[in-house]
């Protein structure tokens, strides 16, 4: 048996060191090749995800579409201005009730408080018959999906009366 001298000993350490430290290089570099595949897959399906998203959306939409095309096509046929005029508002309703379906709500707001968060003043009516800053008409109805307002209701705002008589300012331009 032949001794191993301190040298050798340390030639040796550092030879297992070195193979220690190509395998844990070696391991880093396919983790790191890895994750950036991973990376690249999940940016994949979310472009996937982006362009077909809302396909949900238009198959429920659909048969509305298709409802106005056959009531379009009814009137060009039979000119019944009734028959066609509750087509329309049957299609409406359905409209309402998909769009409902799939988080759409509508809201109205006559009589409360002006909110900018929910509203968008279009003109202010002098009154004393209401506090000021009452919403006292709408002029369109806001929706919002969830909590989220996507478009504010458009509407006439109270204001104290100045001159005695009432008066609208359209804030329209």
Do not use: W
Request: hydrophobic residues 35%; charged residues 40%; contains cysteine.
């Amino acid at each position: 048996m032949r001794k191993i001298g301190p040298v050798t000993k340390l030639k040796q350490e550092l030879k297992e060191k070195d193979e220690q430290l190509h395998e844990l290089k070696d391991q880093y570099l396919r983790a790191l090749a890895e994750l950036d595949n991973y990376r690249k897959r999940m940016e994949a399906q979310f472009e996937d995800f982006k362009k077909y998203a809302r396909v949900d959306f238009f198959e429920k939409l659909i048969p509305v579409l298709d409802n106005f095309d056959r009531a379009i096509t009814g009137a060009a046929v039979k000119k019944d201005f009734d028959n066609f005029y509750r087509g329309i508002e049957i299609i409406h309703r359905q409209l309402k009730d998909t769009l409902k379906g799939l988080g759409l709500e509508e809201f109205s707001c006559i009589g409360e408080t002006f909110d900018p968060t929910r509203h968008e003043a279009v003109a202010t009516v002098s009154t004393d018959d209401k506090p000021e800053n009452t919403i006292v008409e709408e002029v369109c109805k806001g929706y919002r999906v969830y909590d989220r307002v996507i478009k504010p209701a458009k509407v006439f705002v109270s204001k104290p009366k100045e001159g005695g008589e009432e008066d609208v300012k359209d804030n329209r331009d």
